[in-house]
C-alpha cells in the first residue's frame, strides 16, 4: 500500500504515474503513539449499480472533496494510441448531455464549479483516472450530478477535439520534451518495462498523440467509463448516509456496463543491464538515478509494506542511511534520496536519486551506493532505526487523516489500485510489525548488489553536454 | 536492396531476421566486369488471385527449388501474441484439407518430398514467411499442389498442436536462451526498436510461446494466408510458361481473400544513449556490439544502396577500414566487421560486432571505431576503395546467379520487403553509379559519432562473469 502522502490538489492537471503527487509529508509530521483505531473511520456503500461510495467525515471547515476514480489508465490503451486515457480526460471537460443529469457546454463544467466557489481538475496514470472538485459542502449534490452526467454523456463538438489535441502535445512539449529530467525518466521506464504496457508514457508519444481520433476516444470512453469501474471518494464535512442518499440519487441513475477485464502483457526475465545516457545543454549538474522493478502492494502485500519501511530508513529524507553516508560523511554527492511507489496494479519501482558532486565521482557513488546495500543485506538494520522510522510513517498517517483532500487521495489510490480500505485504515498497524528479519530478508531479494539481473533495474545518467562521462558510451 | 547473399538452404529451419541466413559469397566471388544484361532474366506473372509467380530458369542440373514468401511475419503478430507466425510456420507441416487439391496428414508434406529425393522447409523472420522444396524438376507440380493446399487448407489434429509447442519452446531454449550471443542480440534489438514490433523477437518470449492456444494461430493464418499476400518463386531447370501454366493449374484454384493492412507503431524519436550489458559464465572472451537503426531499402532505396557500399569498404571482411585498423594495426581487436542489412519493411539496421583482445581495451576499442568513422565522415573514402568494392560486390551478383537456391533467396527477400524485380535485376549496375560524394553524405547522416542521439544506436557488452567492466554498471 501507498504510503500516506499527503497532497495538494492543484490547479494543473497532475500527470505521470503516482510518483509526480508531490509529497509534503515527512518534514512536517510530528511522531505519535502507535493506535489500534482506524486511520480514517471511512464508511464505503456499494450502489447497485456497482459503483462504490467511500465517505471520510471531517468537520474542521465547511467544505468537501469529492473525487472519482476510474479503473483505467494508460497502461490500458490499445497499442499505437498512446495518449488516449489522459486526452479523454482533458476531453471530458469539453461538454457533455444526459437527458435526467442534464447538459453541460464545453468548459462549463469548471466554469459552474469556480462560479461556487470551488476548484476542479483531473489526473490520469498508468492504472486509473481522477476527477474531483474541492468546494464548500452544500455543492456536493451539484457537483456529484455534473460529474455523473459525465460518467456516460460525453458530448464534445468536433472543434474542441481538435484544439485540445494541440494543449496536449504542448502540455508533453512542456511536461517532458523540454524537461531532460522527465525525459530521462521517460527512457528509463521504458527501458525497465520490456514488453509492458508501463513502458509508454501516460502522456504518449507525441507521434502518436498527434495522430489521435475521436472515434478512439470514444471507444476508450464507451469501454471504460462505468459506475461498476469507478470509486467514489466525499472527504469533508458531511454526514456519510446524506452522501450515499445523494449517490444514489445522481450516480444510481447510471447503468452497469460491460468493461474489459485487463489484459496487460508481461516482460520476460532480465537477462541483462541496461543503462541510459542522456546529455542535454540545460543540465549544469550530472544526476545519477537508479530505478529498481520490485513488488507493488497489490501483488505482494507483505513485501510492499516491508519495503516501504525499508525505503525510507535507506533513503527517506536527511537522516536516512544513504544521505549520512554519501552526502554528509563521503561528499559523493550534494542530495541523494530513495523512494518507492506500492500503489501499482502490476509491478511498482523503487528509484534512487541523486546528485553527483561531479561528473567523475558517478562511479564512486555508484560503488558506494552499492556498499550501503550490501550492509544491510549483510548486517540488516538496527532496532532504533526500525522504530524510528515505523514511528515516523504512524505520524504521517495520523497528519494526512486531518487533512482535507489528503485522505480522498490516499484512499483513492490506494483503492483503485487493488488495496482494500481494511487494509488502508490499518495500515498504521501493519507497519508496525514488520521486523528487522523481514527487512533484511526484502534487501536480499530485491536491493541486493551481487545478484546481478536478480533484481531488474535500470541506470540512468543526466550529464551535461560539454562533459562525456567516457565510460559510458 | 539486399547485397546478393548466396545461401544453402539448410535443413534445419532458418530463424530470425535476415541476418542468420548465412553468408557465404564474398571470398569465394571472382571480380567482373560490369554489365548491362538483368542479374536473373527472372519472368513474372500474376494470376487472377493476385499470386504472383517469378521463374528464374537454370538448366545446369535437373533440379528445382520452388518458394513460397509470405507477406507476413513476426512484426505483425497481435501484442501479447509474441511467436504466433513461427509457430504456425511449424504446424504448416502438421496436416491439411483440400478437396482439390488432396488431404495430407501430419508429417506427411515432408515425407513425400523427402520420398521424391528432395528436401523442404522454411522459416520466418519479422516480415515474412517462407516455405521452401528443393526437389528433381519433374515434381514440381506434385510440391505446388501440396503447398497450394496448405495456404488456405491447414487441417491440424489438437495433439499436434500441444507438442508442437514443446517443440518451439525447446528451439527457444537451444538458440537463444542457452546462447548468450543471441541473448545480447535480442536484448540490443529490443532496447533499438522501442514502441515498434520489431522489438519483440521472431521466435517469442517464452512466457508468450507458452501461452499460445490454437484459435491465436488459426486466427493468424486465416486473416494472413491467401494467395494476394504471396509471392512464388522457381528456380532451376524449367521453362518459365510451363510453371505459370502449373501455377494456374494448383494455386490459381485458391480464392483471394481480404488480408490486413500493415498498421505497424512507431518509435518515438530517440534522445538518449542505450547500453547493454551481459555477464555470462560461458563467455570467455568479451564482445563488443554497436547497432545502428538505419533505412531500409524500401525506405530510402538510394540511401540504402550507398549503405550496401559504405558497409564493405569499412567492415566486409579482412580487407575493410575496420578491420585494417583495429586488428592488424592497432590490434585491439582479434575481429571485427560491419554489416548491414538492407530488406526490410520498417527500418534496417547496421551491425557492428567486434572481439577486443581484453575486456580493458573495450574503451580504447569504441574510441577508435569512432575515430575510423570521423575519417569518412571528414575525408570520404578513395577512388580506389570505391572502384575495388564496387567490382566485388558485382562479382557476387554474378556468382549468386549461378547457384541454384540462390536466386529464389535473393529475389523472395528483396521483393517481399518491397524492391521492384527491376530493382533487383539491375542492382549491379545501381551499385555501380553510388559516388563518393553519396557515401560520404550517407556516413555523416548515419555513422557520424559527433551528432549522438542523431543516429539511434544501442551498444552491448558481452563479458566474462569473473571480470567485471567497472565503468560498464
Known amino acids: 500500500m501507498q504510503k500516506f502522502i499527503l497532497t495538494t490538489l492543484s490547479a494543473g492537471a497532475i500527470l505521470g504515474t503516482i510518483l509526480c503527487i508531490p509529497a509534503i509529508s515527512t518534514a512536517q509530521a510530528k511522531a505519535t503513539k502507535s493506535t489500534v483505531e482506524k486511520v480514517f473511520n471511512a464508511k464505503s456503500y456499494m450502489l447497485d449499480n456497482g459503483l462504490q461510495i467511500v465517505v471520510v467525515e471531517n468537520h474542521r471547515a465547511p467544505v468537501i472533496t469529492h473525487m472519482i476514480w476510474y479503473r483505467v489508465g494508460a497502461a490500458d490503451e490499445p497499442r499505437g494510441k498512446s495518449g488516449i486515457a489522459h486526452f479523454l480526460e482533458h476531453l471530458l471537460f469539453k461538454g457533455q448531455k444526459h437527458k435526467i443529469l442534464g447538459d453541460l457546454e464545453p468548459g462549463e463544467f469548471s466554469k459552474i464549479v469556480r462560479s461556487l466557489g470551488g476548484e476542479d481538475n483531473a489526473f490520469t496514470s498508468q492504472d486509473y483516472t481522477a476527477y474531483y472538485q474541492s468546494i464548500s459542502s452544500e455543492h456536493l449534490e451539484k457537483v456529484m450530478t455534473m460529474e455523473a452526467g459525465r460518467m456516460?454523456?460525453?458530448?464534445?463538438?468536433?472543434?474542441?477535439?481538435?484544439?485540445?489535441?494541440?494543449?496536449?502535445?504542448?502540455?508533453?512539449?512542456?511536461?517532458?520534451?523540454?524537461?531532460?529530467?522527465?525525459?530521462?525518466?521517460?527512457?528509463?521506464?521504458?527501458?525497465?518495462?520490456?514488453?509492458?504496457?508501463?513502458?509508454?508514457?501516460?502522456i504518449g508519444w507525441m507521434h502518436e498523440i498527434q495522430a489521435l481520433e475521436w472515434a478512439d476516444a470514444k471507444k476508450f470512453y464507451d469501454q471504460y467509463y462505468a459506475p461498476n469501474n469507478a470509486i467514489v471518494i466525499v472527504s469533508g464535512n458531511v454526514k456519510y448516509k446524506e452522501v450515499f442518499e445523494i449517490a444514489k440519487r445522481t450516480y444510481g441513475i447510471i447503468k452497469r456496463a460491460d468493461t474489459p477485464v485487463r489484459a496487460r502483457t508481461t516482460s520476460p526475465p532480465f537477462i541483462s543491464k541496461t543503462s541510459v545516457t542522456l546529455q542535454h545543454d540545460s543540465i549544469k549538474e550530472p544526476q545519477f538515478r537508479r530505478t529498481y522493478r520490485v513488488p507493488s502492494y497489490r501483488q505482494d502485500a507483505q513485501a510492499s509494506l516491508t519495503l516501504e519501511v525499508l525505503a525510507d530508513i535507506i533513503g527517506g529524507g536527511s537522516t536516512s542511511r544513504l544521505y549520512k553516508a554519501l552526502v554528509i560523511d563521503q561528499k559523493l554527492a550534494t542530495n541523494i534520496s530513495l523512494s518507492y511507489n506500492s500503489a501499482a496494479w502490476n509491478d511498482s519501482t523503487l528509484s534512487i536519486i541523486a546528485t553527483p558532486v561531479s561528473v567523475d565521482k558517478i562511479d564512486a557513488l555508484q560503488n558506494a551506493i552499492d556498499a550501503q546495500l550490501r550492509k544491510i543485506v549483510i548486517d540488516g538494520i538496527t532496532d532504533q532505526e526500525l522504530n524510528d522510522t515505523i514511528t515516523r510513517m504512524q505520524g504521517d498517517a495520523i497528519y494526512a487523516r486531518d487533512s482535507l483532500s489528503g485522505p480522498?487521495?490516499?484512499i483513492g489510490y490506494n483503492l483503485i489500485t487493488?488495496?482494500?480500505?481494511?487494509?488502508?485504515?490499518?495500515?498504521?498497524?501493519?507497519?508496525?510489525?514488520?521486523?528487522?528479519?523481514?527487512?533484511?530478508?526484502?534487501?536480499?531479494t530485491y536491493l541486493n548488489p551481487d545478484q546481478p539481473y536478480k533484481t531488474p533495474y535500470v541506470e540512468g545518467f543526466l550529464l551535461p553536454i560539454s562533459e562525456d562521462k567516457g565510460d559510458v558510451k
Not at 488495496?419 to 514488520?434: G, M, N, S
Open 152 to 202: 456516460r454523456g460525453i458530448d464534445i463538438p468536433l472543434s474542441e477535439f481538435a484544439s485540445e489535441n494541440k494543449v496536449i502535445q504542448e502540455e508533453r512539449r512542456q511536461r517532458t520534451d523540454n524537461d531532460p529530467r522527465a525525459q530521462m525518466a521517460e527512457q528509463m521506464t521504458e527501458a525497465l518495462f520490456p514488453n509492458h504496457p508501463y513502458s509508454i508514457p501516460v
Open 408 to 410: 480522498a487521495m490516499v
Open 418 to 444: 487493488g488495496a482494500t480500505l481494511d487494509a488502508i485504515e490499518y495500515w498504521p498497524q501493519r507497519i508496525r510489525i514488520v521486523t528487522k528479519e523481514q527487512i533484511q530478508n526484502v534487501s536480499k
